[in-house]
């Protein structure tokens, strides 16, 4: 006798809705505008916007790192899928803090654009985060992955490493003098890499 059809709605409770972690991304959006709306953005709002919007940014995408450690450790394959849904998350996040500094800060002023490059260079390691973020935001889709091929399409996107490496340093040096958060943020990221490296070593003495 044949086995009985799962039911959608036992299938769905397989899979965690990524409207929900949608959702819940937003909600630092919505803090950073009623703070506007109330003018609680500090006496320097273009650089209180920045550093939020960096901030949650590196944020977002040492949780996208986090979920392959999850899966393999607590057995949660279900958190699988949620590395593409961090992962445009983060996009989200860096491009208004990208476009904070376009924008608001260099009113697309190319001169003043390239006098601010020279005098911050750092601004060049998060520029190239940056790109690197929007190439993987560009082929996290299903039709990237058949053009690409699977195996190109994984090589790609393990650059997320070095965009991690770079958002940390760029954070590293933008502070300069109070670098608690980004020594934070960097010790997550060297776990993270850490056991990735671990799992590749023990992978291959196998």
């Not at 996208?64 to 998350?89: A, K």
């Not at 924008?103 to 260079?121: V, Y």
Request: hydrophobic fraction near 55%; charged fraction near 20%.
């Amino acid at each position: 006798m044949d086995e009985a059809p799962v039911s959608r709605p036992s299938r769905l409770r397989e899979r965690i809705d990524t409207r929900i972690i949608w959702l819940f991304s937003a909600i630092p959006l919505i803090t950073l505008c009623v703070k506007a709306m109330r003018g609680e953005l500090t006496a320097n709002p273009i650089e209180f916007i920045s550093q939020f919007t960096g901030w949650w940014t590196l944020f977002s995408l040492l949780l996208t790192l986090c979920v392959t450690p999850i899966r393999y450790l607590f057995s949660l394959p279900v958190v699988f899928p949620l590395r593409r849904t961090f992962g445009l998350i983060t996009f989200v996040y860096g491009s208004i803090h990208f476009l904070t500094w376009l924008a608001l800060d260099q009113f697309f002023d190319w001169t003043e654009i390239a006098l601010d490059l020279s005098e911050r260079p750092f601004i060049y390691i998060g520029f190239f985060a940056f790109v690197g973020l929007f190439v993987l935001a560009l082929t996290s889709t299903n039709r990237a992955k058949v053009v690409l091929g699977a195996l190109r399409w994984r090589q790609l996107h393990k650059s997320i490493y070095l965009i991690a490496i770079l958002g940390v340093a760029h954070f590293f040096v933008l502070v300069k003098r109070d670098v608690w958060e980004p020594l934070m943020f960097a010790a997550v990221l060297f776990v993270l890499l850490g056991y990735r490296l671990f799992l590749r070593l023990s992978k291959d003495r196998r």
